[in-house]
């Protein structure tokens, strides 16, 4: 009979929930990392021992976890076995916690409608690879994608999300600029995510995100937001900008493939 695992963040900390195909009975492991922040738990879709999650807290920062064994135990990438994971004064300690923009991040627009420069402030989004259990992406607040190649050790931005001639328009809404949203296709595996991997590294002026129409199957190919070129539907990795600009356009388009 297969097997289904759900795993869970919570603002009081993460859980693995395991059950058989019927799904009328749970084991339950957790709470890890209690009384933390956890803002994402997933998975990787080519080694399911291997989980990221994002813990977060206002007051410690941000903090990459990681686990090799399915969630029985997990450790910080970037902190050498045996090393302490926290500094003196207890902050966080690790290159894996160290998520910086590229170049000079300049502004955006602030909730009254001034300037204000980008600063990160956690991880909304972990999304593995398809294809290797080390590369993993994460969107971030104020709205911008890295990646990390090391299994999470280190961070580094693909800036052409950020950087767009609109990105000083981008305006946080209730809950902040919350980050990106890093999906996968399913569908399409490894040779769209290359041509997409390709197009992010190979030209950064051009905004990284492409929106998948649900309404004609994936069939037909939509021309991605701030983009030159055609980018098929269902790309194996996008980044939606989550700020009101952003919803406003990825909206209008959204109405335009649905005609």
């Known amino acids: 009979m297969s097997k289904v695992r759900v795993l869970v963040g919570t603002r009081k900390g993460a859980f693995v929930l395991t059950s058989d195909g019927k799904r009328e009975r749970w084991d ?18 080519v080694d399911p021992n291997r989980l990221y999650a994002s813990q977060t807290s206002a007051w410690f920062g941000q903090i990459i976890q990681r ?7 997990w450790m910080q990438p970037g902190t050498p076995a045996g090393e302490p994971t926290t500094t003196p004064d207890g902050m966080p300690k690790a290159e894996s916690n160290k998520f ?9 627009q602030w909730y009254d409608g001034t300037q204000h420069p980008w600063e990160f402030k956690r991880v909304w989004h972990l999304e593995p690879s398809l294809g290797d259990p080390d590369t993993v992406y994460a969107g971030v607040e104020d709205a911008a994608l890295f990646r990390s190649t090391d299994g999470g050790k280190s961070w580094h931005e693909l800036s052409g999300l950020r950087k767009h001639d ?6 946080p809404g209730a809950g902040g600029m919350s980050g990106a949203n890093v999906h996968r296709d399913l569908g399409r595996g490894r ?15 051009r905004a990284p995100f492409a929106i998948h129409s649900r309404s004609n199957g994936g069939s037909r190919p939509l021309r991605a937001p701030h983009c030159d070129a055609s ?3 269902g790309c194996a990795v996008y980044a939606e900008a ?11 388009i959204m109405a335009r493939s649905q005609r």
């Open 67 to 73: 686990s090799d064994d399915g969630g029985k135990t």
């Open 166 to 171: 609109t990105g000083p328009k981008w305006q």
């Open 191 to 205: 040779i769209s995510y290359r041509r997409w991997r390709q197009d992010l590294e190979a030209d950064q002026s």
């Open 242 to 252: 989550l700020g009101r600009d952003a919803q406003r356009r990825c909206g209008r």
């Open 28 to 45: 339950v492991s957790g709470p890890h990392f209690a009384g933390w922040e956890i803002y994402h738990v997933k998975g990787s879709p």
């Open 231 to 233: 980018v098929a539907a």
């Open 100 to 108: 910086v923009y590229d170049g000079v991040p300049g502004t955006h």
